[in-house]
C-alpha cells in the first residue's frame, strides 16, 4: 500500500511510535531509533529496527507531520536532522491516542503503546479508556455466547479479554 493510497488513521503502529517520540520533544532520528529498540522504553512495547525507524521517519515528513528543525553536531562526527512533530502531525497522534483499539488481538501492543506516548505527551485518555472497556465487555459477551468446552480458541480469547478488562478496571 502507498503512502498515498493510506488515510491519517491507516498509519502503522510505527509510525505512531515514531511520531509519539518526537511529539515528546524534537529528536533526531538515531535518538528516535534508540527509544523504539527492544532495550528503549517504548521498544519495550513495540519495537522497530533502525532502518524501519528511518522509513517510519521519511513516511511522517512526507505526509507532513513532521518536518526538520535544524541539525547538531552528531557524536561520532557528521550532523545529526533534528525532527519536529507539525501542528497536523500533533492533530493525528491526538486523534489516534484518543481512540479505543476495536480487536482484541491489539491491546497488548496498540493499546500499550496508546497509553505510554499519551502519558509522555499528556493527552487525557479517560474518555477512551472508558470506551475501552465498554469494547471489551462487549467482546466478552459476544466470545461467552460462543464458547463450549471443546473450544480452546474461543476460551483463550475469553481469558484474555477479562485480563484486558481487569487491567482497564486497574486503570480506573
Not at 61 to 68: H, L
Not at 84 to 106: E, K, M, Q
Request: positive net charge; contains cysteine; charged residues 25%.
Amino acid at each position: 500500500m502507498s503512502r498515498a493510497s493510506r488515510s491519517a488513521s491507516e498509519l502503522l503502529l510505527g509510525e505512531w511510535a515514531c511520531l509519539g517520540v518526537i511529539a515528546e520533544k524534537p529528536s533526531h532520528g538515531f535518538a528516535v531509533a534508540t527509544r523504539l529498540a527492544s532495550s528503549g522504553d517504548l521498544g519495550r512495547i513495540w519495537s522497530l529496527s533502525r532502518p524501519l525507524t528511518y522509513r517510519a521517519i521519511d513516511q511522517l515528513i512526507g505526509r507532513g507531520y513532521i518536518e526538520t528543525r535544524g541539525e547538531e553536531p552528531g557524536i561520532a562526527g557528521g550532523q545529526r536532522t533534528v525532527l519536529r512533530i507539525t501542528r497536523s502531525g500533533r492533530a493525528a497522534l491526538n486523534a489516534w491516542l484518543t481512540l479505543p483499539v476495536p480487536h482484541l488481538r491489539d491491546l497488548r501492543s496498540e493499546l500499550l503503546l496508546k497509553l505510554e506516548i499519551g502519558r509522555q505527551v499528556g493527552v487525557q485518555q479517560t474518555a477512551m479508556l472508558k470506551e475501552q472497556r465498554r469494547i471489551v465487555d462487549g467482546i466478552i459477551r459476544g466470545l461467552e455466547k460462543t464458547i463450549d468446552d471443546d473450544d480452546i480458541v474461543t476460551a483463550w480469547r475469553v481469558e484474555s479479554a477479562e485480563a484486558a478488562r481487569r487491567f482497564l478496571d486497574r486503570l480506573g
